[in-house]
């Protein structure tokens, strides 16, 4: 796989977005304890709009999520409350949440603040 580095240096061609995707909380166990993803997305999603946070989130639960748990992530087709998301080290709600539109070199971080007990 491309280092993020050379995933933005490529998709200056305006073909892809490449983008670090971090998970941590316990939210690894649920992408094959992967805590961090180099993903190189292209400019448009299958609907034909810009990539933003909201498609992102459907991509890892439908392409790259392994575990079958879906809704431990995902709720009502966004991130489910108890999910904190980073957008470049800033809360997405600042950034517009799920209709933030991905830029290449951006980093986006999930954390859980679920924990069981």
């Known amino acids: 796989m491309a280092t993020a580095d050379s995933q933005v240096r490529n998709d200056r061609h305006g073909d892809s977005i490449g983008i670090i995707v971090e998970f941590a909380g ?33 991509h890892l639960c439908k392409d790259i999520m392994k575990d079958k748990r879906k809704e431990l992530f995902m709720l009502d087709g966004t991130v489910r409350p108890g999910i904190l998301v980073l957008v470049n080290e800033a809360d ?26």
């Open 26 to 58: 316990g939210l690894e166990m649920l992408f094959s304890n992967a805590r961090r993803l180099e993903i190189s997305l292209p400019t448009k999603d299958e609907n034909g709009h810009v990539y933003n946070i909201a498609s992102l989130v459907q």
């Open 92 to 117: 997405w709600e600042l950034e517009g949440g799920d209709a933030y539109e991905l830029k290449s070199g951006d980093h986006i971080l999930f954390v859980s603040t679920l924990h069981g007990g």
